[in-house]
């Protein structure tokens, strides 16, 4: 089975590569539509499977189709996870391409995708079957630490107070750290935030295991909401970034004195541990269709 799996993988993996002969590439009965909510952590995907060129009659092929998409679902989610930017450095499919992760805890990912609902489209064309998974079960075979890193102490001292999390303004555009023009920060599963001297303030090893795998380094959020202060508390420090930093525009520079202010007492240092940080973003929501 698990062979199977793997075969079904590389299939439709090689169909939809660019360098695939076009009649391959156009031979393929799926349509997906996919949106990553980075605010609820979830990937949601929508596949269609067109049963003319799937060779099924519908709804007789009812259960034919279920297994076909389910054979091949772990082809059919590449195009969507692929993109997703882990870091700075690198998206999911880098990731598969330079073998820290292997295809064999891809395909363990893509079962823990969770079959919402399927119905037939009104001509009884096409099957629809709607597909949720979590995105903390890509993210999760990164955590390769043991404890989070200790963050040094502030050596200069700043007016501060213990607070209840970390709120980072980041909505509209922010200049680029070392580039001209502005940008808009691209939500991914581990961004830094660096004062404006670069020293680093928030990164993946300085978050304990234990709360990225619960709910990830940060959270990203559109406005104050129920879902901002779980995260943060009643009594946030607030922060608003003043730029961007990296090709993929996933990390944020903020003010010395702001970082201060999180340097300067245990207790908001152990905010960065607990993962108790928040970054207010424009949108948390991206689609794709392929």
Known sequence: ????????????????????????????????????????????????????????????????????????????????????????????????????????????????????????????????????????????????????ASLSAAVELRPTKPYSGIVIYAKGPLPIRGEPGEGLLRPCFFPRVFDDEMNLIVERNAVSPEALRAWGEVGYVESASAALESRVGEEPLRIAATALFGARLTDLVISRDDALKILGRPENRALVAAGRVAILVDGTTETASY
């Open 1 to 148: 089975m698990k062979q199977a799996a793997v075969a079904a993988f590389l299939a439709v993996l090689v169909a939809a590569s660019p360098a695939a002969p076009a009649a391959t590439r156009a031979a393929s009965p799926y349509r997906v539509q996919a949106e990553i909510d980075w605010g609820s952590l979830v990937l949601s995907v929508r596949v269609e499977l067109d049963a003319a060129a799937a060779g099924r009659r519908l709804p007789a092929g009812r259960l034919e189709a279920e297994r076909s998409i389910e054979r091949d679902l772990a082809g059919i989610l590449k195009d969507a996870t692929f993109p997703l930017r882990v870091d700075a450095r690198r998206d999911f499919g880098d990731a598969i391409a330079d073998g820290s992760l292997a295809i064999d805890d891809f395909l363990h990912i893509s079962a823990a995708a969770k079959l919402r609902e399927t119905h037939f489209s009104k001509d009884m064309r096409t099957f629809v079957a709607n597909y949720e998974l979590p995105l903390l079960a890509l993210s999760t075979p990164f955590v390769l630490h043991s404890r989070a």
